[in-house]
């Protein structure tokens, strides 16, 4: 059994293997390895009896479930409307910058992707991202550098 | 936020006092009172007529009385039922439901477990975005701690009465918010709506009788039972009773939360809470209800809030997101940009929905760009009447609204877009016109050293010139000049 399948059979142990687990199971995949490649998908059809098809179906429709590789760190900038009037724009840009990468991007390093994303529920401290599971509000230019930077210096 | 008179703390009475990772925090300010006396003292009929009197309608958009909804899914037959927290909170501008879960988590526990006890579910489910990772904590952190105090799991009081809650998280998908995709996303499917009725209350999740609400209408539940029903209809208005939690954000003074009765005027929020308007600017318009919502003008500070009260005025009440616009908006782009997300967040199960707002936002997009024709704002209404007449959710049928109220309220704007080809408040980057005045440019060569794509031209120390059809219009050369002499037209 390879590193993936044993985590998916890990997983379905501890969710279930009923059609109400597919989520949680698929979320707890997605937390470890970033993203939901094809063969994991057909793994998680395997160990829980439900068709391939019907896996990639349902993971494709939600946003937070990437079927892309991606890197370690995603980024996700809000581009709904609060944040878009305060500056969203020149944020964007400061990262791509830093960065090199564009939206729906990797670095080569397999560091940082950078995805946009809808309302945040931080408008009123806007504008606001979300670096795998940190929110970070009133980010200008200056701070996503001193953000990034600290990302940087973490060990892989 | 500053306090302020006008303000009333029913929901969010706890956040901000109590530290929310410690129980005793909360059951210090009558915490879990609430349930303690419906299990030992109260039959589940005599606690749904208690809300039924208090008044209290759904604060999760649509105003249903939530004490009618308990009775129908206690009165549906069942071996099992659940209670599911609607915690996918994602109208842009909205994010009561947040500080909420991450201020007094255990408000909302409590709520679910007397819900539990009324419809006669032992199982409660709460439906969290992704999004919301702090919230997700604290819950978490609260619902380890009610385990361990006796107020989640068997036997609850003494009582028999058993319930505990899992929780459930979203991915994503703003359209899960809505009830019955909220519920297949928790069935492991795509979280798509489906037709109603069946409601929820009748045949919801695994198809047993499901009682969905929103967080903030769980939070009111405790102080409801605590301080009774006649105190709580003695707030707000005749049909909209106790108090609406909203988000202020955008071009206001004083941004975040504020919670005051239900018929305060936007007057009162906007200037006496809000602050005013920043920078000294002039009030031009404020979003409510998010992409389902509409823009209200000038003419409505001072119409009360209440439910009906705003779908009368053209927008309606929603989740309480508030997103305050000023002179510089260009309402055009404001009904653009909601179509966009709605574009991006439709489901795609029926075709007014995902065609129907395609054409919108293109009709939109034509205007904005400048190629607009007096016919497209007759288009425009026409189509949005079909799609709000056609579509299968609620998202679709309120995705126009936005678009509507600009038209009805700012019809001047359009006008101005398609007939003079001007955008008055100057945000249609595709209409503005950045020229040099030749009286003052001396010539420094300082645009023509910026400009990104080569779009000026002329001597040193001679007036330049901008090639209209290179310009990308990105403003760099107005900011740079020192001598003022670039305009934009
Ligand atoms: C597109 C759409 C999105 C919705 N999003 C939410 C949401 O984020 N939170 C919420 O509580 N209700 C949302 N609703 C309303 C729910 O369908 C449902 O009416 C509500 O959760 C019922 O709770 P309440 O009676 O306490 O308001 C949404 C409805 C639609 C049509
Ligand atoms: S109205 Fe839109 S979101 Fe609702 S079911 Fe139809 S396509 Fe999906
Ligand atoms: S607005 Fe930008 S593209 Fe246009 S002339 Fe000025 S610098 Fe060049
Ligand atoms: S609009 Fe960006 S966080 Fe709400």
Redesign the pocket.
């Known amino acids: 059994m390879d590193s993936i399948q044993s985590l998916i059979k890990d997983l379905a142990d501890q969710h279930g293997r009923n059609r109400e687990s597919l989520l949680p199971v698929i979320q707890g995949l997605v937390k470890r390895e970033k993203y939901l490649s094809e063969y994991s998908m057909v793994e998680i059809a395997r160990e829980m009896d439900i068709p391939a098809a019907e896996v990639f179906g349902t993971a494709t429709f939600y946003s937070f479930l990437e079927t892309k590789p991606a890197g370690k760190y995603i980024i996700r900038v809000c581009k709904t409307i609060t944040c878009s009037m305060k500056g969203k724009n020149q944020l964007l840009f400061a990262i791509q910058d830093m960065l090199k990468i564009n939206v729906g991007e990797t670095t080569p390093d397999k560091r940082f992707t950078l995805l946009e994303t809808n309302c945040l529920g931080w408008c009123h401290k806007a504008p606001a991202i979300l670096i795998n599971d940190e929110v970070y509000t009133e980010v200008t230019p200056e701070k996503i550098r001193e953000i990034l930077t600290g990302y940087m210096k973490e060990n892989i | 936020m500053n306090d302020n008179k006008k303000q009333l703390r029913i929901a969010l009475r706890n956040c901000g006092f109590i530290n929310p990772e410690i129980i005793d925090d909360y059951i210090s300010r009558d915490g879990y009172m609430a349930l303690g006396k419906c299990l030992t003292e109260h039959t589940p009929e005599e606690t749904i007529k208690e809300i039924k009197d208090s008044g209290l309608r759904g604060r999760g958009g649509g105003g249903f009385p939530t004490g009618l909804k308990w009775e129908i899914t206690r009165k549906s037959e069942s071996d099992q039922k659940y209670v599911v927290c609607n915690a996918d909170e994602g109208d842009p501008g909205a994010f009561m439901d947040r500080s909420i879960l991450e201020g007094d988590p255990h408000s909302v526990i409590e709520a679910m477990a007397i819900c539990g006890y009324c419809i006669g579910a032992d199982k409660g489910l709460v439906y969290i975005r992704a999004e919301y990772p702090l919230a997700i904590e604290r819950l978490q952190i609260a619902l380890s701690q009610a385990r361990e105090y006796g107020l989640l799991g068997e036997n609850i009081f003494r009582s028999g009465f058993n319930f505990d809650i899992e929780i459930r998280f979203g991915a994503g998908a703003f359209?899960c918010g809505?009830e019955t995709?909220l519920i297949h996303s928790m069935e492991g499917l795509r979280g798509?709506?489906t037709f109603k009725p069946p409601f929820p209350s009748v045949s919801g999740y695994l198809g047993k009788p499901t009682n969905v609400n929103n967080v903030e209408t769980f939070a009111n539940i405790p102080a409801i039972l605590n301080k009774g029903a006649a105190w709580f209809s003695s707030i707000g208005t005749e049909k909209s009773k106790g108090t609406k939690v909203f988000a202020l954000a955008g071009k206001i003074n004083n941004v975040g939360l504020i919670e005051v009765p239900m018929g305060t005027t936007l007057r009162e929020v906007i200037y006496e809470i809000g602050g005013g308007i920043r920078d000294g600017k002039k009030f031009k318009s404020v979003q409510t209800g998010g992409p389902s919502g509409g823009c209200l003008t000038t003419d409505f500070l001072d119409t009360p809030i209440d439910y009906d009260n705003l779908i009368d005025a053209g927008s309606m009440m929603g989740s309480g997101g508030m997103i305050v616009m000023d002179e510089d908006d260009c309402m055009v782009a404001i009904a653009k940009f909601y179509l966009e997300f709605t574009l991006e967040?439709?489901?795609?199960?029926?075709s007014?929905?995902?065609i129907g707002n395609k054409r919108l936002h293109e009709i939109l997009d034509k205007i904005t760009s400048g190629r607009g024709e007096f016919q497209d704002i007759e288009r425009l209404q026409l189509l949005s009447q079909v799609i709000k007449d056609t579509?299968?959710?609620?998202?679709?049928?309120t995705?126009p609204n936005p678009v509507l109220s600009t038209i009805a309220n700012f019809e001047d704007e359009y006008l101005a877009h398609v007939n003079e080809g001007k955008c008055p408040a100057g945000q249609c980057k595709a209409l503005l016109k950045y020229e040099i005045i030749e009286d003052l440019c001396t010539g420094c060569t300082l645009c023509f050293r910026n400009c990104p794509v080569g779009a000026i031209s002329g001597e040193r120390r001679q007036p330049h010139y901008i090639d209209q059809s290179l310009c990308i219009k990105c403003g760099v050369c107005y900011e740079k000049c020192k001598f003022n002499a670039i305009t934009l037209s």
């Open positions: 359209v809505e995709a798509e709506p967040e439709s489901c795609g199960k029926c007014p929905c995902r579509s299968l959710c609620g998202l679709g049928q995705s």
